[in-house]
């Protein structure tokens, strides 16, 4: 990631601004030369992404929710996502961190049953929950082929300012959410 957008001294209602007038100019773009202006309309329509985003992230108090790993008594451990070792392409597994932060002290791949309940009690057993917590972030632009919008963590190996979402003890909407998503019940309310 390079070093993205400043956006000191901007309000969420100032990106809100922002963001419309980029929408503003890529529909113009296309009004004047259609999709000619491909290049130009879809920048400026990623960047109203990112504007919109980080106000909604300025609104949550400068965080956003990402997987985080939990042990059995809801306490964040302190882990970060890598491509798997020895998976597939493209799969991810955990690598928990030392004391310092700086080495890898182990791995946890998660569960890949397709049933929620399934899944959790075989993290359960590793003596594991994945789950969701609030880290401080930012927006900024992802993709290599394609743009768009995403949140990055200020610092993936901080984890002292962490606010569980979901830790595998809390009550509500998301509770579970990491589960039921990768079982793709989420949406539906299952």
């Not at 296309?30 to 879809?42: A, I, P």
């Not at 901080?158 to 509500?172: A, Q």
Request: aromatic share 12%; proline share 4%; with cysteine.
């Amino acid at each position: 990631m390079g070093k993205g957008y400043d956006f000191t001294g901007m309000t969420p209602a100032d990106l809100r601004a922002y963001a419309k007038e980029c929408r503003r100019e890529s529909a113009e773009s296309f009004e004047r030369c259609d999709t000619d202006g491909f290049l130009s309309q879809k920048a400026n329509q990623v960047t109203a992404d990112v504007y919109e985003l980080q106000a909604t992230i300025m609104e949550n108090g400068g965080r956003a929710d990402f997987l985080a790993l939990f042990d059995l008594k809801g306490n964040v451990v302190p882990a970060v996502r890598i491509d798997s070792l020895y998976g597939r392409q493209g799969e991810k597994e955990w690598a928990i961190l030392d004391s310092s932060g700086r080495r890898y002290a182990g791995y946890f791949r998660p569960s890949k049953a397709h049933k929620p309940g399934v899944a959790r009690a075989n993290d359960a057993k590793k003596g594991y929950y994945v789950g969701l917590a609030a880290f401080p972030a930012k927006a900024d632009i992802g993709g290599t082929h394609s743009w768009y919008a995403r949140s990055v963590q200020l610092d993936e190996r901080d984890f002292s300012d962490v606010v569980p979402v979901d830790n595998g003890h809390l009550e509500g909407p998301h509770a579970e959410r990491y589960y039921r998503i990768m079982d793709g019940r989420f949406d539906r309310g299952e």
